[in-house]
C-alpha cells in the first residue's frame, strides 16, 4: 500500500505487540525521568505522551522513517497532530 509515495506494509500481529511494548517501556521511562527532574506530569499530559510514545514505535513499524526525506516527516507530524486532536477532543468530553 501507497501513501503520499510511502511504501507501507502491514505489521504482523507480533510486530504490532513488540511495538506496543515498546511504546509503554518508553513511556514509563519518559515518566520516571520526568518524575525524577521535578516535574511529575498530570494525567492528562501522561495520557498524550502515552500516545505520542505508541504511535512513533507503531508508525516505524508500519514503514515511516524519519530519516529519509520530508514526506515521512510530514506523515508523522500529521498523524500526531490528528492523535493528539483527537485524544484532547476525549479528554475535554470526559473532564
Given at each position: 500500500?501507497?501513501?503520499f509515495d510511502?511504501?507501507?506494509h502491514?505489521?504482523?500481529?507480533?510486530?504490532?505487540?513488540?511495538?506496543?511494548?515498546?511504546a509503554?517501556?518508553l513511556?514509563?521511562?519518559a515518566?520516571?525521568?520526568a518524575?525524577?527532574g521535578?516535574?511529575?506530569l498530570d494525567?492528562g499530559?501522561?495520557?498524550?505522551l502515552?500516545?505520542?510514545c505508541?504511535w512513533?514505535?507503531?508508525g516505524?513499524r508500519?514503514?515511516?522513517d524519519?530519516?529519509r526525506?520530508?514526506?515521512?516527516?510530514?506523515?508523522h507530524v500529521?498523524?500526531s497532530?490528528l492523535?493528539?486532536?483527537?485524544y484532547?477532543?476525549?479528554?475535554?468530553?470526559?473532564?
Amino acid at each position: 500500500m501507497k501513501f503520499f509515495d510511502i511504501e507501507l506494509h502491514k505489521p504482523s500481529f507480533n510486530e504490532f505487540t513488540a511495538a506496543t511494548v515498546m511504546a509503554v517501556g518508553l513511556w514509563i521511562a519518559a515518566i520516571g525521568f520526568a518524575y525524577a527532574g521535578g516535574h511529575a506530569l498530570d494525567a492528562g499530559e501522561a495520557g498524550a505522551l502515552l500516545v505520542m510514545c505508541v504511535w512513533g514505535c507503531v508508525g516505524t513499524r508500519l514503514g515511516l522513517d524519519m530519516g529519509r526525506n520530508g514526506r515521512h516527516i510530514a506523515v508523522h507530524v500529521g498523524v500526531s497532530a490528528l492523535l493528539l486532536g483527537l485524544y484532547q477532543g476525549a479528554l475535554s468530553l470526559v473532564a
